[in-house]
């Protein structure tokens, strides 16, 4: 299994952001996909994971300005990324957690 990132960049505080995860294979078959992000100098952490029934979960720093979504035919996993902050900064990563597949991730920078 194949994931990759796209869109991350540079933006200033207030701005939005909109990352794409391809996935080599049906997204329907890994179950769930997620988002997880890795700060500098700090641990992964868990950013929003979304299942085959569309059901989600956010974690409560990005509840209201994040929202993640799937298109099932393109095999793709969405994260829009409104109202950025400079502690989004962190390099993002796609994953399927059930298959522990993970893409190489997209570097997203948020400048005050």
């Known amino acids: 299994v194949q994931l990759v990132e796209s869109g991350g960049g540079l933006v200033q505080a207030g701005g939005s952001l909109r990352l794409s995860c391809a996935a080599s294979?049906?997204?329907?078959?890994?179950?769930?996909l997620g988002w997880y992000r890795q700060p500098p100098g700090n641990p992964r952490e868990e950013v929003a994971v979304?299942?085959?029934?569309?059901?989600?979960i956010y974690a409560d720093s990005v509840k209201g300005r994040f929202t993640i979504s799937r298109d099932n035919a393109k095999n793709t996993v969405y994260l829009q990324m409104d109202n950025l902050k400079p502690e989004d900064t962190a390099r993002y990563y796609c994953?399927?957690?059930?298959?522990?597949?993970w893409g190489r991730g997209t570097q997203v920078t948020v400048s005050s």
């Open positions: 294979v049906s997204i329907l078959s890994l179950n769930a």
């Open positions: 994953a399927a957690p059930y298959t522990d597949d």
């Open positions: 979304i299942n085959n029934n569309e059901n989600t």
